[in-house]
């Protein structure tokens, strides 16, 4: 193969002349046009294409940026015909000596889809303003499109400031010196790569614009951005704006969220104008998102799957609906009290609730929100959030969650991704929302002085809401019951794998996962709980159990102490108590301090359940010493389906040792397999329930998630075996059907004698006298990894180092006895966790740590 530039076959570069039909060029004008086109390959291996591919760049790219989808065809015989055009005085093609406006270049990619005659079935696909362009292409050959694929663009104006970059290159005092006299556009554009472009690939992008007579499209480009009402190609924009509304074909929306240019307010318009398009932002990337990321993996599953959906536990998600306000809708008399605050002290009782959630949800629409709005709550657990979140359900509006353990960064990272219309938070969530540019329309969660209201750009308070939602034109107002299978609520996972997602479910799905509490724990209506685990916080109103939050940062579960426990539980003279195992800890750790009064409190409660972490059972046997008279559970589940299996103490003592962590059977409604393991540790695609097979552990329920948001090629993964929800961790079931969790799917080591799962090595090291919290982490090229452990002892070392030579001798005896051989032993001051459980080792850290520091580098605590 002879390159034309790094990447692009030299058979795929073509010269085609074009007659032009455009106005602004001279009857029986033709144009020479660049593109590249690998119909000749296709010809040359025998493959009928079954589409072609029209793939347009922006400015100031050209046909090299959709190298990837050329190459992807050829690597893998593909029948598709790839078409990456040069725009007009843009790339290799010929610059045409005149003003060339949006409805001209629409217009002049026509006349070139005509000269090539193609035939078959297009696919558009756009970056930056070539996706405005393909679009008013297709919008302009209804007959001949099949799918539209964009890329950061924007397709409207509508509200929004020019962008900073965009600003300062249309600036008349800048705009003929920076876009056009000097490459300084051409180079800050090519600079927003991430990561930054390989210095060839750099040469190659510059390459058709190496002086400024060769610039003269980009200029033209920029200055026909049409902000202003009045620009010339306003009306063009409006047209194709407009126009996508009625555009049913499949679409595909792929974003780099690390745009400055087209940030994520444009993807959430182009949502707007195709709600049926499926999504995915790639966390970390930005502009030039098809240099940053492959996209021509998703894009060509995207088309082979012809957009079906796989959605897991759809099946068992048609059991009977009964929406999740139903128990408060059936209290409204009741004077009984629903929920209690501890710290400001404070109550309602059932009829007090309703009224305030009805109150909120009708001072809600009264500023606009509507079904399917997103809300954003950054609120912390208790009776206003709460009231929030029934609201918003009754409404029909979408509840956004994600809590401050995420830490700033991910926290804002998630609410963008989430991209909610309105946010509701208290004083610090809504000075970060100012600050750092969170979207939403601001509403405080309290009162609020003028001055400090102007300073954070609210726009409402609550109190406000309640005032609105209580006049008698308000009360006058009926509520439209959800559709069970619209979305109901967005919340994120821990991000303890990588950043948080997004995971949508439905009204059914929530439900769903309120009776399988239900049924599974006996947690039947009259019911008093303590809910120190934020997730459950949500589901007491829907249980018909009056619900208290303890004087805890919900965020950091080692501030529940065992005092503030046991008084929230006296508040409500609690049966149930749910709490992390972050949160137990430090409980076990505080309750020398608990009076007598206290511990006949604890001593009163029958149900314990603890989730978000496997718990050890010695950890587990003391929690039962303070509540003796519980049931003390700790179900297995996550984000996405929440819980999957259940064990209590007892369970627990009777499954003894084994592979891993026995997390029991599954729970009411639910289904567990396992998809195996090959020898390179990859899961197979086919459930399995044979007992002693490790694999990836797959879960069908009614309750588990309908999607990830905006993710799609995640969903993709997950959903790829239809009717299940591949969790990502490795387990296998036992004879006795119990659920055993051997770890991560991406921690599994790939040594040369095969997959080793880490928890049952972890185990054997944290067994050994003297020894702390342990991972097994895999050091080395696949297939020729090196297990090694890293470890805390006890007492904690101050120093990261090699173990002492005593503890790394029986370490690695320990080990040894699960089947796996141990490299090397080192001991740390403190293993990694992810932020909001304080429970889960980041052993992807602990991997590249261990490797750094066993190739000779300087011994660094991780």
């Known amino acids: 193969m002879t390159e034309l530039f790094p990447g692009v076959d030299s058979r795929y570069s073509h010269r085609v002349m074009v007659p032009s039909t455009s106005d602004v060029d001279a009857p029986?004008?033709?144009?020479?046009?660049?593109?590249?086109?690998?119909?000749?390959?296709?010809?040359?291996?025998?493959?009928?294409?079954?589409?072609?591919?029209?793939?347009?760049?922006?400015?100031?790219?050209?046909s090299y940026l959709w190298r990837g989808l050329l190459q992807h065809v050829s690597t893998h015989d593909l029948p598709w015909r790839v078409v990456a055009?040069?725009?007009?005085?843009?790339?290799?093609?010929?610059?045409?000596?005149?003003?060339?406006?949006?409805?001209?270049?629409?217009?002049?990619?026509?006349?070139?889809?005509n000269a090539l005659k193609l035939t078959g079935e297009v696919t558009t696909v756009g970056h930056d303003w070539g996706g405005l362009i393909s679009l008013g292409w297709a919008l302009a050959h209804p007959d001949q499109l099949a799918n539209v694929v964009l890329t950061n663009t924007a397709v409207h104006p509508a509200g929004y400031e020019l962008p900073a970059a965009l600003?300062?290159?249309?600036?008349?005092?800048?705009?003929?010196?920076?876009t056009k006299t000097t490459d300084a556009f051409v180079r800050t554009t090519h600079s927003l790569a991430q990561p930054a472009l390989e210095p060839d690939v750099r040469q190659a992008f510059m390459a058709p614009y190496a002086n400024a007579g060769r610039r003269t499209g980009v200029a033209n480009f920029v200055a026909d951005i049409p902000f202003t009402e009045d620009h010339p190609s306003r009306t063009a924009l409006d047209a194709i704006a407009d126009g996508l509304r009625s555009l049913e074909v499949p679409a595909l929306l792929l974003w780099g969220p690390k745009d400055p240019v087209f940030s994520d307010r444009y993807l959430r318009d182009l949502m707007d104008r195709l709600p049926h398009a499926a999504v995915h932002r790639f966390e970390g990337a930005g502009h030039l998102l098809p240099e940053d990321r492959d996209i021509a993996t998703p894009v060509f599953d995207w088309l082979a799957r012809a957009n079906t959906a796989h959605t897991a536990g759809r099946a068992e998600a048609l059991a009977a609906y009964r929406p999740m306000l139903a128990e408060l809708d059936g209290r409204t008399q009741d004077t009984g009290t629903a929920v209690v605050d501890i710290n400001p002290a404070g109550s309602l009782s059932w009829a007090e609730l309703g009224n305030r959630v009805n109150a909120l949800a009708r001072g809600l629409a009264h500023i606009g929100v509507k079904s399917g709005d997103r809300v954003n709550l950054l609120v912390p657990p208790g009776i206003e959030l709460t009231s929030l979140i029934y609201a918003c359900l009754r409404l029909g509006a979408v509840i956004v969650v994600a809590d401050a353990g995420l830490g700033t960064k991910g926290l804002g990272r998630a609410i963008r991704g989430a991209g909610p219309g309105y946010l509701i938070g208290i004083d610090r969530a809504l000075a970060g929302a100012r600050f750092l540019g969170w979207p939403g329309i601001r509403i405080a969660a309290g009162d609020m002085p003028a001055a400090k209201r102007a300073l954070l750009g609210v726009a409402h308070t609550v109190p406000e809401l309640l005032q609105a939602g209580t006049t008698t034109a308000a009360q006058r107002r009926e509520f439209t019951p959800a559709d069970p299978d619209a979305d109901a609520a967005v919340l994120f996972t821990s991000g303890s794998t990588g950043p948080a997602k997004g995971v949508v479910y439905t009204h059914r799905q929530l439900a769903a996962m309120r009776d399988t509490l239900r049924d599974t724990y006996d947690l039947k209506a009259g019911s008093a709980l303590v809910a120190g685990f934020a997730p459950f916080a949500l589901l007491g109103p829907a249980l018909g159990a009056t619900s208290v939050t303890p004087d805890m940062d919900v965020t950091a579960p080692r501030t529940l102490t065992a005092a503030a426990l046991a008084d929230a539980a006296a508040a409500v003279d609690a049966t149930a108590v749910f709490a992390s195992p972050a949160a137990l800890a430090n409980v076990l750790e505080t309750r020398e301090g608990l009076d007598d009064a206290q511990r006949r409190t604890l001593a009163g409660i029958s149900l314990l359940l603890s989730a978000g972490a496997p718990i050890p059972e010695p950890l587990l046997a003391k929690v039962q010493d303070l509540v003796p008279g519980a049931r003390v559970h700790t179900p297995y589940g996550m984000t996405e389906a929440l819980p999957v299996t259940d064990i209590d103490l007892e369970g627990i003592r009777a499954a003894g040792a084994g592979n891993g962590v026995c997390v029991?059977?599954?729970?009411?409604?639910?289904?567990v397999a396992i998809a195996p393991l090959d020898a390179n540790g990859r899961a197979g695609d086919q459930p399995?329930?044979?007992?002693?097979?490790?694999?990836?552990?797959?879960?069908?329920?009614?309750?588990?998630?309908?999607?990830?948001?905006?993710?799609w090629i995640t969903e993709q993964v997950s959903s790829s075996i239809p009717g299940w929800h591949r969790t990502g961790d490795v387990g296998h079931l036992d004879t006795a059907g119990r659920l055993w969790v051997e770890g991560r799917l991406g921690h599994v080591l790939d040594t040369a004698s095969g997959p080793r799962t880490p928890v049952?090595?972890?185990?054997?090291?944290e067994s050994v006298r003297g020894a702390g919290r342990a991972a097994l982490v895999g050091v080395g090229p696949a297939g020729t990894q090196a297990p090694v452990?890293?470890?805390?002892?006890?007492?904690?070392?101050?120093?990261?180092?090699?173990?002492?030579?005593?503890?790394?001798?029986?370490?690695?005896?320990?080990?040894?006895?699960?089947?796996?051989?141990?490299?090397?032993?080192?001991?740390?001051?403190?293993?990694?966790?992810?932020?909001?459980?304080?429970?889960?080792?980041?052993?992807?850290?602990?991997?590249?740590?261990?490797t750094d520091t066993l190739a000779g580098g300087r011994i660094r605590n991780p």
């Open 85 to 113: 055009v040069d725009q007009l005085d843009m790339g290799f093609s010929v610059r045409t000596g005149v003003f060339r406006r949006l409805a001209d270049r629409v217009n002049d990619l026509g006349d070139l889809s």
């Open 760 to 765: 049952a090595g972890e185990q054997a090291a």
């Open 167 to 178: 600003r300062l290159a249309s600036h008349p005092a800048v705009h003929g010196w920076g």
């Open 28 to 62: 029986g004008t033709s144009h020479q046009w660049h593109l590249l086109d690998n119909a000749s390959e296709l010809a040359d291996k025998g493959i009928t294409p079954v589409g072609t591919l029209l793939c347009v760049h922006g400015n100031p790219t050209w």
């Open 664 to 671: 029991g059977t599954p729970v009411a409604g639910a289904r």
């Open 789 to 850: 452990i890293v470890m805390e002892t006890v007492p904690p070392v101050r120093r990261a180092a090699p173990a002492p030579e005593a503890l790394a001798t029986a370490v690695r005896t320990a080990v040894a006895g699960t089947g796996t051989e141990v490299s090397a032993v080192l001991v740390v001051p403190a293993l990694p966790t992810d932020i909001r459980h304080n429970s889960k080792i980041d052993r992807a850290a602990l991997a590249s740590w261990a």
């Open 688 to 711: 399995q329930t044979a007992a002693d097979l490790t694999g990836e552990i797959l879960v069908r329920a009614p309750h588990v998630k309908d999607r990830y948001d905006r993710l």
